[in-house]
């Protein structure tokens, strides 16, 4: 299993950045592809964006490109999501999430199975 912890999150004007980690427990990150989901109110969780383990393979959902950045670094098992030019549809609950399959390289929603417990992203108008 890997125990993940997510935080940055905020308080926002839009047109703003946030920076949002999450710290990875176990000997396993380098072997796996983790990806960021957020949820805003009423709506279902949506896959924002995903890196494979050597981060060979990025994946954005199209309502986040060019504008969020997704990055990590196996050396201290940590996940990056770089966000810029905020807008207030970006307000969400944000999930950092891992395939618990070492070395598959699809970016599937469905192939997240392990989560954090979530940080709060505001964006204001």
């Known amino acids: 299993q890997v125990q993940l912890v997510e935080s940055g999150g905020g308080l926002v004007q839009a047109g703003g950045s946030l920076r949002l980690s999450c710290a990875a427990s176990?000997?396993?990150?380098?072997?796996?592809?983790m990806a960021w989901f957020r949820q805003a109110t009423g709506k279902e969780r949506e896959l924002v964006a995903g890196v494979t383990r050597n981060s060979g393979s990025r994946y954005y959902a199209d309502s986040v490109k060019d504008r969020f950045i997704i990055s990590r670094d196996n050396a201290k098992n940590t996940l990056y999501l770089q966000m810029n030019s905020l807008k207030p549809e970006d307000t969400a609950v944000y999930y950092c999430a891992a395939d618990l399959v070492p070395y598959r390289t699809t970016l599937t929603p469905r192939n997240f199975q392990s989560w954090g417990q979530g940080t709060q992203v505001t964006v204001s108008s």
């Open positions: 176990g000997r396993t990150f380098s072997m796996i592809s």
